[in-house]
């Protein structure tokens, strides 16, 4: 998985123990108005976000929205607006952390129903819920060349377009040729490359909370069972050496340029460093692993948090860098893998 910065993207309009004036009343309005945009059966109240994390923690969502369409994102985007309600855009949540008492806002899900990839010559164009695993799958069935490095990041096209996700020397912003994006202001937008601007695990997406919902990528035709090879490759390396048995968001932190996190923080003397359940993983210095599947209280959450500090404040003696992370959520919001706003993706 990308080496990554854990940000705070999701902000909290609502007090923490749901306090508003006539919230019974607000609820039931906009989760009747959600229900009329993607209809009732994608529409759920209180929903836990563990189911839907590859962390499998975090708490309830006050609304958590199936979708099918950019229109439907739309609506849902200006309902929010208008109703001053967080919300936050979700693909596989390979990349997320969710705080314990969950998040006070919408979650709209795009990886379940807005995921069609289709292949034209030797281009690919793919919604953003699109599995990358599924898009380079797809390249291989046509024999097109430079996607593999993005074969074995569990994460959605949406996610990858937003922080230019990359991975074995290869990242988005070799193979992008274009994104179809959402404007906070519910305005369609199709960017080109250039206009996308993307940097180390940044892109405008990010910087002007954009919502990804497409994105067509070009390749070359090349040999397929090359292609297969090094996709094999990849994925044996990822075996040997990243901790893929374990709950967790891949790499967390973000490194300082021509260094790498993980060997920092291993000079740190953090490696196989814990709080609780969260740990800084034996086999890959750069990831923190959650040792059990379930845990009781606030403990899996907060035990993130603690380590993550407590990992910094010791980086930072390591020849001087600083490393990036999360701010604390106190239980509420979303911690991303990632540079972004409050529209997000992972």
Known sequence: MCECTLYFAGRLLYDGERKNKNRNGDEHRVYKQLCKISGEENVLRDEPMKKHTTFRIGGPADYFVTVQSKDEIREILLLCKREQIPYYILGNGSNLLVGDKGYRGVVIQICKRMNEIRTEENKIYAQAGALLSKIAAQALSNSLTGFEFASGIPGTLGGAVMMNAGAYGGEMKHVLESADVLTPEGEF????????????????????????????????????????????????????????????????????????????????????????????????????????????????????????????????NVGGWKIYSAEDVGGYGILLCGQSSGAAFA
């Not at 497409?214 to 490759?233: F, H, Q, S, V």
């Not at 891949?250 to 490194?255: D, E, I, L």
């Not at 300082?256 to 740990?279: H, M, N």
Request: net charge neutral; proline share 2%; aromatic share 10%.
């Open 189 to 316: 937008l199709t960017l080109s490359l250039e206009e996308l601007e993307l940097g180390y695990r940044t892109s405008v997406v990010a910087t002007k909370g954009y919502i990804v919902l497409g994105a067509t990528i070009a390749l070359e035709k090349g040999n397929p069972e090359e292609i297969k090879a090094y996709m094999d490759d990849l994925k044996e390396r990822r075996i040997t050496k990243q901790p893929l048995e374990y709950a967790s968001a891949g790499s967390t932190f973000k490194r300082p340029e021509g260094y790498f996190a993980g060997k920092l923080i291993q000079d740190s003397g953090l490696k196989g460093y814990s709080v609780g359940d969260a740990q800084i993983s034996e086999k890959h210095s750069g990831y923190r692993e959650r040792e059990v599947w379930s845990t009781s209280g606030d403990r899996s959450e907060t035990d993130r948090r603690i380590l993550n500090y407590e990992v910094c404040h010791c980086y930072r």
